[in-house]
């Protein structure tokens, strides 16, 4: 089960998903160099553009032709961070001569520092390593709250684990990220397909600093979207939580129908009945629109998944290589 290094030097790839941080990709060079000057294996780094709008891409072609170690690929357009990431775990499944990969962000709220436990607790014979979050430190509580609720309810309705308070930052071993690269889902959920895949894991803890620069991407509307996306991706318990109400409103529709009957047997017809009808077709009616979208949340990825485009497009790679699609 332990992941064999063997006796040539284990090369370590770390992947950087890019998008509009010309601000603190400088920093974040420099760190990654420190880091590497101490680690005791090979090291180097892969930046994918995710269709920068800023300067980044041009930063990255400058730090790849002043450093050998420094690769990048550019996205044809901005693809969200998971396709981003999906972009870079395939180029790397290709590429030989790599034994683990780091996944970081590149606003810095994932320290570098830490790489060298993540490497140490690899080399213990983990196909993951994932950083969490002791604490998190410059964000909102509105936003802390809605990550713990987040985490909570996927632990209630997925039966696939996934590790609280952790992000993207994790090492992966060569197994692992092939694994991952052939989970070709569109709707990509990264979190869940990395606990998906299994493997031996184990975590390592880190307090998450501030972003060091720059504009957090996230929204609630991205936020929202992500939660619907990790929900739909790895349960189907909503769909179900539809028929368990069609079931409970049934029952009780037919024992007040009954009631109604028995009333109008027992004691004659009677006119008043406004309320009761209103709230009756107000109620079914909010159910079945309910369960509707629901429904519709499904076969709407259903349909993204039918029309099997490509999940990404390469423009653009450094050292240079011209454009290639991921299939
Ligand atoms: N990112 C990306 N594509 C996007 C949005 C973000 O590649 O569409 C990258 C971003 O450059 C950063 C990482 O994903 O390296 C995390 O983004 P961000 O800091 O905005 O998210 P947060 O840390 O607030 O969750
Ligand atoms: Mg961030």
Redesign the pocket.
């Given at each position: 089960m332990t992941t064999t290094i063997g006796s040539a030097p284990a090369a370590l790839w770390v992947l950087?998903?890019?998008?509009?941080?010309c601000e603190v990709l400088p920093e974040l060079q420099r760190r990654l160099a420190d880091v590497f000057a101490r680690l005791d294996c090979a090291a180097r780094i892969l930046y994918?553009?995710?269709?920068?709008r800023d300067g980044s891409w041009a930063q990255v072609c400058a730090f790849s032709a002043a450093d050998a170690r420094v690769h990048g690929i550019r996205l044809s357009r901005?693809?969200?961070?998971e396709i981003?990431?999906t972009a870079g775990l395939d180029a790397l499944a290709a590429r030989a001569d790599l034994d683990a990969c780091v996944v970081?962000?590149?606003?810095l709220?994932d320290p570098p520092e830490l790489i060298p436990d993540l490497v140490a607790r690899w080399r213990a014979g983990y196909d993951m390593v994932y950083a969490t979050r002791r604490r998190r430190l410059g964000?909102s509580g509105a936003k802390r709250l809605t990550a713990a609720l987040f985490y909570r309810l996927m632990d209630a309705l997925s039966a696939t684990r996934i590790p609280r308070d952790t992000?993207?930052f994790r090492l992966l071993s060569a197994r692992m990220l092939r694994a991952l690269a052939g989970l070709r889902e569109r709707q990509r959920f990264m979190k869940g397909l990395f606990a998906w895949v299994g493997y031996p894991q184990t975590q390592v803890l880190y307090d998450r600093a501030p972003?060091a620069a720059?504009?957090?991407?996230?929204n609630y509307g991205r936020l929202w979207r992500f939660a619907v996306e990790g929900i739909t991706s790895f349960s189907t318990v909503p769909l179900r939580l539809a028929t368990w109400i069609g079931m409970l409103t049934s029952v009780l529709a037919f024992g007040y129908g009954a009631w109604i009957v028995l009333k109008v047997l027992v004691w004659g017809i009677r006119v008043p009945g406004y309320a009761s009808l209103m709230v009756a077709i107000l109620v079914l009616g909010g159910l079945q629109l309910l369960a509707l979208g629901i429904i519709g949340e499904y076969v709407g990825r259903t349909y993204l998944e039918a029309k099997q485009r490509p999940l990404y497009l390469v423009q653009d790679s450094t050292p240079s290589r011209a454009g290639r699609a991921g299939a």
């Open positions: 950087v998903p890019v998008y509009d941080e994918v553009d995710d269709g920068s901005n693809f969200g961070k981003a990431l970081i962000d590149a606003d709220q964000e992000g993207d972003r720059g504009r957090s991407k996230w």
